[in-house]
């Protein structure tokens, strides 16, 4: 009966330690958070620039009365870059909300600087939404430049093949490094 009771007790140590993460993952989600942070810090940069110089009016290069943007691709540039940085603000405050829960669970334990129990679900869970917020603020920041572009150079409906290059290099190159990104956090969780 008593090695019954050993066996019982080491089973059900095993199927706790799966739940909570290792002292070198904690570091490395201490590490994966404040990159995510500096990021967002970034981004935010950016869409105050973008709000702060929105004088579409001034600034429009295109000869063709009809290519000017009007007041709705103004007002959606304003709500996209709302919008992103709601998301951005979001994922920043997760993610420090997070760094903190793991500073704070590092500081009970004097022996070990880097060693803390943080159930590891709870752990993906903030970590998604940190990187999720991160990815749909970049979305909204891409679709507020596509604003831009189409109230300096013209609008993509007139067909000018400056501002089709423009809008499809920008896409195309921001959806390979969000392809990239979101691949990374999924592939780091079957880890």
Do not use: W
């Not at 009809?66 to 691709?73: I, P, R």
């Amino acid at each position: 009966m008593a090695d019954s009771d050993i066996e019982t007790n080491t089973a059900s140590s095993n199927s706790n330690t799966n739940h909570y993460s290792t002292s070198s993952t904690t570091s490395v989600h201490v590490t994966a958070l404040d990159g995510i942070v500096n990021a967002n810090s970034l981004f935010t940069v950016a869409v105050f620039v973008g709000i702060s110089f929105d004088q579409p009016r001034d600034l429009s290069l295109t000869n063709r009365a009809e290519c000017n943007a009007g007041t709705d691709v103004e007002r959606d540039l304003v709500v996209f870059e709302v919008i992103s940085f709601a998301f951005f603000l979001f994922s920043s405050l997760v993610a420090q909300g997070m760094k903190l829960a793991i500073n704070l669970l590092n500081s009970k334990e004097t022996d070990e600087v880097f060693k803390a129990n943080i159930n590891s679900d709870v752990l993906r869970l903030g970590v998604v939404g940190a990187a999720g917020g991160c990815v749909l603020g970049c979305v909204f920041l891409l679709l507020s430049i596509v604003d831009v572009i189409q109230l300096r150079i013209g609008l993509l409906s007139c067909g000018s093949s400056l501002t089709i290059h423009t809008v499809l290099a920008l896409v195309v190159l921001v959806s390979s490094a969000l392809s990239v990104y979101i691949f990374t956090v999924f592939y780091s969780f079957r880890k």
